[in-house]
């Protein structure tokens, strides 16, 4: 049975195809039409799933949408209806939209379905989850564990915002839910949007920012804005946001509380956007502690799984961690709303058919998260020399040897191998490489290979085998979705005089034998690296550690700011050129700045927009 699972139309659409069980493909539209969080239909994305099967639309048996389009119109009318007259204004001109996109999304989906078949049997196999419901099954489904907790939050989907669910064999269940508008997602966006970032994107950098500030306003936010019970549960006081009825997430209100208006995305950070970061990241954890605590003491459940964009702050998920009131944790590595796409697939599956669950091995049944395109070795050769590349093939073994000498030599290297990843991180896949021991690389990286702000940390990806060697954690994590600091015998103790620097003055001290992977407050976004999932990016860290004595590589992702992860080997070349990236290595094919012809070099610094 073959099930092709889509989410479309809010942001971050996305296509995933579940063949018996099993996960076969996965992949966001933004990879394809090189739009960040295209909210599109999943065009691209649905042909490469139908593709990788080997299957047209005729091949598959349904299709499922991530969410239910007719009660989130619901909510929304409802909303505007409970806080009329506000927002008149915005119910205007929002109303021509929610006609077209939700009340009439069913038809909307059929039509592009027939796109593909004509004689698309829409009425018997098309089929709708609920969005919290598909969050769920993308965390419970793929995990290791045949029984779970399975907690997921994010801003709204349908009506909920947080829900728990418990997940045993094929089954799962909702027991409890808080709706709408008390969201925690919303409650970190609104901060988001204050502090001058972009909604729905520039939640990683309140987080990346939080470790060079002070939790000043954690008493204002919970005495103002959250009700927080001890359990976990939270109620928002609405009169400080602006979310529900306006065109904004706060209001004035909000500004006179902490001191002015937003800031504006040109202006200049300051010590208070950090304390403001480092205050609703500390908020924030609490609420996902007393959540999890209250969860655990409830149920009994020894596993948890987690799911939703709030399962995307791996700092809090850090803190879970090393809490340890679950015995296991795993996170869904899609767990923003592309994930959605494969949860609907498996939701369909497991509820809708009843099917039973796949043994998922050892660590998880999403292949790593490589679910997307790959590329054979004659057509990255072909592909390269039409765009003009100049380059030596060579073997793997070769390959992996140039490129562990390059990366030693302190240089930073664009790294394209096997399938795209599935979610918002590289995973060694479609990265940006460089040398974890060096103080410079991580400005470097940011300023003139990323063109991103100089305050954003880097991830180290660390061979699993000795990952509690170097870091604090003692558990897998392969998708980036778990902070823990850098072993103690690692660090390098700051003097009175770098503790006392300036918010990202402090950045540029080395901390530790890694600096170049070790933020501020000694923690770090790790990726431990499996030879199991990721054979090739294990053997070249291999080869590093033999040649340095170090198993640590900073690894970012294969694009600018503002462009989504590079998906063909044209796009790592476009990069590559428009970048200070001075290696390239596409499959088997090695490519030197300096051998390249400097007609082709790119203006890349300017060529996407704010992320």
Not at 385 to 399: D, L, P, V
Not at 503 to 518: C, D, F, M, Q, W
Not at 524 to 548: C, D, W, Y
Request: proline residues 5%; aromatic residues 10%.
């Amino acid at each position: 049975m073959r099930i092709l699972g889509v989410s479309a139309f809010y942001h971050d659409s996305a296509a995933a195809l579940v063949e018996d069980g099993a996960i076969v493909a996965a992949a966001q539209e933004e990879r394809f039409t090189r739009k960040k969080h295209d909210a599109s239909f999943p065009k691209n994305a649905v042909e490469y799933c139908l593709g990788e099967a080997d299957v047209g639309l005729d091949g598959i048996d349904f299709v499922a949408f991530y969410d239910k389009p007719f009660l989130k119109f619901e909510r929304l009318l409802e909303t505007y209806l409970a806080f009329a007259p506000r927002g008149f204004r915005s119910f205007r001109m929002a109303i021509p939209v929610w006609l077209r996109e939700k009340l009439f999304q069913k038809d909307l989906l059929r039509r592009r379905l027939e796109a593909f078949d004509p004689g698309f049997d829409w009425q018997n196999k098309l089929l709708f989850a609920e969005h919290h419901q598909s969050h769920a099954a993308s965390a419970f489904y793929p995990s290791p564990f045949d029984e779970a907790l399975v907690l997921t939050m994010d801003g709204v989907g349908e009506w909920a915002t947080t829900s728990v669910a418990i997940g045993r064999g094929k089954d799962l269940s909702v027991i409890k839910e808080l709706h709408f508008p008390h969201s925690l997602g919303l409650l970190y966006s609104a901060f988001t949007y204050y502090t001058g970032f972009k909604v729905n994107s520039g939640e990683y950098k309140v987080m990346g920012l939080a470790p060079y500030g002070e939790p000043k306003y954690v008493s204002l936010i919970l005495d103002h804005l959250v009700d927080l019970k001890e359990d976990g549960t939270f109620r928002l006081d609405q009169s400080y946001f602006d979310y529900c009825t306006g065109l904004r997430m706060t209001n004035e209100k909000f500004n006179a509380l902490f001191g002015g208006p937003p800031r504006k995305p040109d202006q200049w950070l300051t010590q208070r956007e950090m304390d403001l970061a480092a205050s609703i990241q500390r908020v924030t954890e609490e609420i996902v502690l007393r959540l999890t605590r209250a969860l655990a003491k409830e149920t009994g459940s020894k596993n948890l799984c987690l799911a939703g964009g709030v399962a995307l702050n791996c700092v809090a998920n850090g803190k879970v961690l090393r809490e340890r009131t679950f015995k296991n944790i795993w996170v869904q590595p899609a767990a923003g709303d592309a994930g959605g796409a494969l949860g609907a697939a498996l939701c369909a599956y497991h509820l809708n058919q009843g099917r039973p669950r796949l043994p998922n091995g050892a660590i998880d049944g999403m292949h790593g998260s490589y679910l997307g395109p790959a590329f054979a070795q004659e057509d990255i050769a072909r592909r390269l020399s039409a765009a003009g590349a100049r380059f030596q093939a060579q073997s793997e073994a070769e390959a992996i040897e140039r490129t562990a000498h390059a990366l030693a030599e302190g240089k930073a290297v664009g790294w394209f191998q096997g399938r795209m990843e599935f979610g918002p991180r590289a995973l060694g896949a479609r990265s940006i490489l460089g040398d974890a021991r060096s103080p410079a690389m991580q400005k470097m990286l940011n300023l003139k290979v990323k063109y991103r702000e100089s305050f954003r940390p880097f991830a180290p990806s660390v061979l699993r085998e000795d990952a509690a060697d170097w870091f604090d954690i003692d558990c897998d994590s392969p998708y980036m979705l778990m902070v823990a600091d850098v072993a103690a015998k690692r660090q390098r103790a700051m003097t009175a005089g770098e503790q006392a620097l300036f918010g990202i003055e402090k950045l540029n001290v080395p901390r530790s034998e890694i600096p170049a992977v070790t933020h501020v407050d000694y923690s770090a976004r790790i990726q431990t690296v499996h030879k199991e999932t990721n054979p090739r990016f294990h053997g070249l860290i291999s080869r590093f550690k033999e040649l340095t004595g170090c198993p640590v590589v900073v690894n970012t992702s294969f694009n600018v700011r503002g462009e989504p992860i590079v998906c063909t080997p044209e796009d790592a070349f476009r990069c590559f050129m428009g970048t200070d990236i001075e290696v390239l290595v596409v499959g088997n094919c090695y490519l030197d700045k300096n051998d390249q012809d400097p007609k082709l070099k790119l203006d890349y610094k300017n060529a996407f927009g704010l992320d």
